[in-house]
Nanobody, 112 residues
């Protein structure tokens, strides 16, 4: 069964950190570019970060220097380390494999 399952979201204060995980099954994980997207209420879904099968990374300007995407091909898992979180980072975060397989998302709320 093809599946992506996100975890690690929650409520955090401004300036805090969270680490999101996305576990994949049913796909040849190491062949996929993996993405993290987010969608805030009333907003369009936006690409936050991506990592290719070779490990090349790209980030949205809004998160550069604060977020880090990484992958562990042995564990079929992609991560998003989020530091210096801001209220505007509040959103549901989704991982995607190649833009064709999607997880259900995990809520991140940044609030004091």
């Amino acid at each position: 069964q093809v599946q992506l399952v996100e975890s690690g979201g929650g409520l955090v204060q401004p300036g805090g950190s969270l680490r999101l995980s996305c576990a994949a099954s049913g796909i040849i994980f190491n062949t996929y570019t993996m993405h993290w997207y987010r969608q805030a209420p009333g907003e369009q879904r936006e690409l936050v970060a991506q990592i290719t099968s070779g490990g090349t990374t790209n980030y949205a300007n809004s998160v550069k220097g604060r977020f880090t995407i990484s992958r562990d091909n042995a564990k079929n898992t992609v991560y998003l380390e989020m530091n210096s979180l801001k209220p505007e980072d509040t959103a549901v975060y989704y991982c995607s494999a190649g833009g064709v397989v999607w997880g259900r998302g995990t809520q991140v709320t940044v609030s004091s």
